[in-house]
């Protein structure tokens, strides 16, 4: 690969022109310019502004709402840059769409977070960067290299420097264990897990803490918030257990239906997300929702991919 940063280029759909513009803006670099419309049917019609022949390309889309055209952008905007000679091609999602339909776990279900990943590889994406997903195992699902970054390192810095004393990492349920721990292990607090049965899809039951939180300051973490269900029945049973206060933080927020207005309703003191996912105009107006930007920690990907070095130095 030409190291030569002439040979970078970076292009972005419509899904988050926000976060793009400032991961260009962090790597000094002007943004590839794509021209994309849809017609009256509702079909997406994609042109490349720029030459793109031997050139080291990223396209940067999450595929969030609406997420069957953002990702039909991405599929679209990949096989123009393969068309068009582009040398490499790697598909950046700071959100990975479908990623919680990840296994078969009731008869004749699709496992749709393969099909995303060989609509990936088919289209002709090379590697694929992303951030936080749903089950790291997703990454099986690929042929091409896969570079996997957390929003762990920006997270830590903003709870560091708040400094919140007698604080506990809280666990919403069982399968999030290892990234609470992790967040434990490098804040210096103690874990807790709150144990929880799902009835059904996005509809959250409680049913035990394990672990102390009485008196203590608890902070959920989770990988994203949806209906934000989870999220504050979790905040509930920690209140009931003596907690003192609760937080929350996640990378993706997805806060899809009444999300925002169960938190705004809440017993939570802040929720800490990403902009990985653009926020909506009703969250932008929370004070209890704050937003940290990824785009340095994407950019610093980006660098390291293309000049060859190591992608690993940017985890915690």
């Given at each position: 690969?030409?190291?030569?940063?002439?040979?970078?280029?970076?292009?972005?759909?419509?899904?988050?022109?926000?976060?793009?513009?400032?991961?260009?803006?962090?790597?000094?670099?002007?943004?590839?310019?794509?021209?994309?419309?849809?017609?009256?049917?509702?079909?997406?019609?994609?042109?490349?502004?720029?030459?793109?022949?031997?050139?080291?390309?990223?396209?940067?889309?999450p595929t969030c709402t609406p997420v069957d055209r953002?990702?039909?952008?991405?599929?679209?905007?990949?096989?123009?840059?393969?068309?068009?000679?582009?040398?490499?091609?790697?598909?950046?999602?700071?959100?990975?769409?479908?990623?919680?339909?990840?296994?078969?776990?009731?008869?004749?279900?699709?496992?749709?977070?393969?099909?995303?990943?060989?609509?990936?590889?088919?289209?002709?994406?090379?590697?694929?960067?992303?951030?936080?997903?749903?089950?790291?195992?997703?990454?099986?699902?690929?042929?091409?290299?896969?570079?996997?970054?957390?929003?762990?390192?920006?997270?830590?810095?903003?709870?560091?420097?708040?400094?919140?004393?007698?604080?506990?990492?809280?666990?919403?349920?069982?399968?999030?264990?290892?990234?609470?721990?992790?967040?434990?292990?490098?804040?210096?607090?103690?874990?807790?897990?709150?144990?929880?049965?799902?009835?059904?899809?996005?509809?959250?039951?409680?049913?035990?803490?394990?672990?102390?939180?009485?008196?203590?300051?608890?902070?959920?973490?989770?990988?994203?918030?949806?209906?934000?269900?989870?999220?504050?029945?979790?905040?509930?049973?920690?209140?009931?257990?003596?907690a003192a206060s609760v937080s929350a933080c996640a990378?993706?927020?997805?806060?899809?239906?009444?999300?925002?207005?169960?938190?705004?309703?809440?017993?939570?003191?802040?929720?800490?997300?990403?902009?990985?996912?653009?926020?909506?105009?009703?969250?932008?107006?929370?004070?209890?929702?704050?937003?940290?930007?990824?785009?340095?920690?994407?950019?610093?990907?980006?660098?390291?991919?293309?000049?060859?070095?190591?992608?690993?130095?940017?985890?915690?």
């Open positions: 690969m030409n190291h030569d940063r002439d040979r970078l280029k970076v292009f972005a759909g419509n899904a988050n022109p926000a976060l793009a513009l400032e991961i260009c803006e962090a790597l000094e670099l002007k943004q590839s310019q794509a021209k994309v419309k849809v017609f009256s049917d509702g079909e997406i019609y994609l042109q490349l502004k720029e030459n793109v022949r031997g050139e080291d390309v990223f396209v940067i889309q953002n990702m039909m952008e991405l599929l679209l905007m990949i096989d123009a840059l393969k068309r068009s000679s582009a040398q490499r091609i790697t598909a950046v999602l700071p959100y990975y769409g479908y990623a919680r339909q990840d296994r078969k776990d009731k008869p004749r279900v699709p496992i749709s977070a393969k099909l995303v990943a060989a609509l990936l590889e088919t289209a002709g994406a090379d590697r694929v960067l992303t951030l936080d997903l749903h089950a790291a195992q997703i990454q099986g699902f690929f042929d091409i290299p896969v570079d996997h970054l957390f929003a762990m390192p920006v997270m830590i810095e903003y709870f560091r420097t708040q400094g919140t004393p007698a604080l506990t990492v809280v666990s919403p349920d069982a399968g999030g264990v290892e990234r609470a721990r992790a967040f434990a292990k490098r804040l210096g607090a103690p874990l807790a897990i709150i144990d929880k049965r799902r009835e059904e899809a996005n509809v959250a039951e409680v049913m035990n803490v394990v672990g102390d939180v009485s008196g203590r300051n608890c902070l959920l973490v989770d990988d994203l918030i949806d209906t934000a269900g989870t999220l504050v029945k979790g905040a509930e049973a920690l209140l009931v257990k003596g990378t993706h927020a997805v806060l899809s239906g009444p999300a925002v207005s169960r938190i705004e309703e809440s017993e939570l003191k802040e929720v800490v997300v990403t902009n990985s996912i653009p926020l909506s105009e009703e969250a932008r107006k929370s004070s209890r929702i704050i937003s940290l930007s990824i785009a340095k920690l994407m950019a610093d990907a980006i660098r390291s991919i293309h000049d060859e070095t190591s992608v690993s130095t940017l985890f915690v």
